[in-house]
């Protein structure tokens, strides 16, 4: 059950970047006027979607905590990496940002380091 935890935890962490991401770009450029910024950080700080994602973020530091009381933290930790793996093809998927040799050079250095660093 551990692992689910875990998996939760990088699953919501992923959703909260990706819809915090959306409603940004829903959103438009950031303001140059420090009155017109207050007004658009708060429009999105009461955006549904932020709020999920923010939600979610709550929700995934519950599940971490839940997987605190039986994984070693060395062990378990590497597995947030998998968060930087599934945000950059969300981000390919979603947002058409590109996937590039050496970001996927650097994903595979992240998979194998999950790899090594969840080893015992």
Not at 17 to 33: R, S
Not at 66 to 93: G, I, N, Q
Not at 105 to 117: D, P, R, S
Request: with cysteine; glycine share 6%.
């Amino acid at each position: 059950m551990s692992y689910v935890y875990v998996t939760c935890t990088v699953l919501l962490t992923v959703y909260g970047q990706i819809a915090i991401k959306w409603q940004v770009l829903e959103a438009g450029p950031f303001p140059v006027d420090p009155a017109d910024k207050v007004r658009f950080l708060a429009r999105l700080l009461l955006n549904p979607w932020v709020l999920s994602a923010l939600a979610a973020g709550l929700l995934a530091s519950v599940s971490w905590m839940a997987a605190m009381t039986r994984l070693d933290l060395s062990h378990a930790y590497p597995f947030m990496s998998l968060a930087f793996v599934l945000v950059m093809l969300c981000s390919a998927l979603f947002f058409s940002e590109p996937i590039t040799p050496l970001k996927v050079t650097g994903i595979a250095l992240v998979v194998l380091g999950i790899v090594v660093g969840s080893q015992g």
